[in-house]
T-cell receptor, first 115, second 111 residues
């Protein structure tokens, strides 16, 4: 079974520039998540999709972050304009369903450095 | 909002030693998951515990869920360099049901 694919692996941009990350979840996984992991911290949920609908975006900084999953498969996360504090690893995960005992499969992440 | 505290934050040991890391909350968990994250990779699920008092074993790793379902521990016997990584616990919560992670314990096992 192919894993969760993310690209690019690394990105360096200047502050106030824009950037986009791409994620392709495991085939058949209806639920997709974007997490932000700042150095020395655990992952923090940004947005959760169920198929192509947003389930939870309560922690997404909507003035600069946006995400979409138009066909219910792959997803794009965008930051515009980027700030220094956005430097982090952006992790995409997917799961077959939602529930207390459901584990997530994570991609390898995109490491963003904002200078 | 439930918060997870993990301890210790850092742990550096020699190969062959035993260790225990902890995950605690002031609230009751419905379930708890443990993940290991290696440098440059995403977290990988190790185990899910759902029943108070539950003990699960995965080779040299032993996971325990507290009777009151407010704490959990991970014990590693005879640690190996391959055990090096960030150990994260996560509880199921959030406004729509998703995983909330602790800050993790960064383990380094030296040969």
């Amino acid at each position: 079974e192919a894993g969760v694919a993310q690209s690019p692996r690394y990105k360096i941009i200047e502050k106030r520039q824009s950037v986009a990350f791409w994620c392709n979840p495991i085939s058949g996984h209806a639920t997709l998540y974007w997490y932000q992991q700042i150095l020395g911290q655990g992952p923090k949920l940004l947005i959760q999709f169920q198929n192509n609908g947003v389930v939870d975006d309560s922690q997404l900084p909507k003035d600069r972050f946006s995400a979409e999953r138009l066909k219910g498969v792959d997803s794009t996360l965008k930051i515009q304009p980027a700030k220094l504090e956005d430097s982090a690893v952006y992790l995409c995960a997917s799961s077959l369903e939602v529930g207390p005992a459901v584990g997530y499969t994570f991609g390898s992440g995109t490491r963003l450095t904002v200078v | 909002t439930q918060l997870l505290e993990q301890s210790p934050q850092f742990l550096s040991i020699q190969e062959g030693e035993n260790l225990t890391v902890y995950c605690n909350s002031s609230s009751v968990f419905s379930s708890l998951q443990w993940y290991r994250q290696e440098p440059g990779e995403g977290p990988v699920l190790l185990v899910t515990v759902v029943t108070g008092g539950e003990v699960k074993k995965l080779k040299r790793l032993t996971f325990q869920f507290g009777d009151a379902r407010k704490d959990s521990s991970l014990h590693i016997t005879a640690a190996q360099p391959g055990d090096t990584g960030l150990y994260l616990c996560a509880l199921y919560g959030g406004s729509q049901g998703n995983l909330i992670f602790g800050k993790g314990t960064k383990l380094s096992v030296k040969p």
